[in-house]
């Protein structure tokens, strides 16, 4: 019975682990300025190559 439970505690952390490591690498490789221009719709790099230009 031990042997049972230790098994299914593993595999929760296992589990639980993975998902977090992919939660961190998303939140790592999301940007505010991704999110502006596809979520929010704004044009950021658009403005921000016409402030270059000037």
């Known amino acids: 019975m ?3 439970l ?3 505690v593993l595999g929760v952390f296992v589990i639980v682990g ?3 490591w992919y939660l ?3 939140v790592i490789r999301d ?3 991704y999110d ?3 979520v929010w719709g ?3 790099r658009h403005l921000i ?3 270059k230009k000037h």
Request: charged letters at 30%; proline letters at 0%; a negative charge.
């Open 18 to 20: 993975i998902v977090c």
């Open 36 to 38: 502006e221009e596809f």
């Open 6 to 8: 230790f098994v299914w």
């Open 31 to 33: 940007s505010l300025a």
């Open 42 to 44: 704004r044009k950021v």
């Open 49 to 51: 190559d016409e402030e």
């Open 24 to 26: 961190a690498q998303f």
């Open 2 to 4: 031990g042997a049972i």
